[in-house]
């Protein structure tokens, strides 16, 4: 009889796994192209439940995705290990310049974690490329001629504003990337905000096969989960703050920190933003010395505070004090802001800034063109209509 039961109570247990391991994780947001490069690009994206996950390539070609055992990236962030998340980060490379790739997202959930080497997996989940059209991302040129981009920011969790923005899903296709410029969000309260406000919208609009690039404003700071803030972009190690080109174009990302001290009643001793903006600013002089920086064709710069003279907060004398007097000498051709919610131009002399300065409304979409002869932009407002342009 202790037989018996012994046997019953293990067959219990084997269906038990069974039916555990049969669980299949699915894709809650993404995916989503972040820091494309001449060699390659990462992909990011989230899942229901713990998994490993990886990334399948292929050349756009006539061929079938599924002719061959296609080459699998994985996320190397586990030196060598696996890493078991919910938020996924790819890094594909060995790639060719300027070419277009097709790629798909796989992972497969894990039921039970005991330790290194025992592990419960449930089955895999792969992303159908025979019914449906795989996303195509392209590496970038090893030269461009001109470079197009749009900017949109502080749009406060408006997604129905974001949407309407980018409507016209053509014309934000023959773009080269798109920047977020702070202000995306109200607060990171939780991380499910980032989720819901700027990478599903995204993700539905453009940046499964787009990159876009995420510039931190002010109110990314705050709110519980604003430490995570970075874990849902590709940034570097030192944060969000980081530089990119295309071709001979070099773009320089600021993170213009808080817009008052952090000894203020409203942060609750929260922060300690001055030190890490001091460190940031020493870091800029080293990229304003760079053979990249002095070579380029042109040098462009997003903040989202931006420089500022007359009613000046906390944010502003930051960039006074530790950021122009280090930018003011590097042949800035192009500073873009938002913060304001407002629109404006600034010439040379406006502010502090010995650069022209755009500062970008909380409602409208500014479409940059860059050549070596010239700047051109033009701001649209929701019903795509152009209400300003400006020619440098």
Known sequence: MKKILVVLLSLLALSATAQESSQRTSVVCG????????????????SDVDAVAWVEVAPDDNQSFYYA??????????????PVNKVHKVTVSGLEPGTRYRYRIMMKAVDKYYHFLDINYGREYGANVYSAKPPVVKTLESEYKEVKFSVVNDIHEKDSLLRRLFSDQEKTRKMDFVVFNGDMTSSVTSV????????????????????????????????????????????????????????????????????????????????????YLR?????????????????????IVFSHIPPQTTDAWHGNWNMSNLFLPVLNGASVDLMICGHRHSYAFEKVGVSDAKFPVLVNSNCERADVKVSPKSISIEIFNPDDKKIHSVKL
Request: hydrophobic fraction near 30%; charge should be negative; include cysteine.
């Open 279 to 299: 460190a940031e600013a020493e870091w800029i002089k080293d990229v304003v010395e760079s053979e990249d920086w002095k070579n380029a064709e042109k040098r």
């Open 31 to 46: 995916p989503y192209i972040q820091n494309v490069t001449t060699t390659g690009f990462t992909v990011m994206w989230i």
């Open 69 to 82: 055992d296609r080459p699998k990236f994985y996320d190397l962030s586990g030196s060598g290990i696996k």
């Open 192 to 275: 499910d905000k980032i989720v819901q406000y700027d990478l599903t919208p995204a993700c539905e609009l453009f940046a499964s096969e787009l990159p876009f690039y995420m510039v931190r404003g002010n109110h990314e700071f705050r709110g519980r989960d604003a430490i995570h803030f970075s874990e849902y972009f590709d940034f570097p190690s030192h944060g969000p703050y980081y530089t990119f080109k295309y071709g001979n174009y070099f773009f320089l990302v600021m993170d213009s920190g808080e817009d008052k001290p952090d000894n203020d009643i409203e942060y609750q001793d929260a922060y300690c933003t001055d030190p």
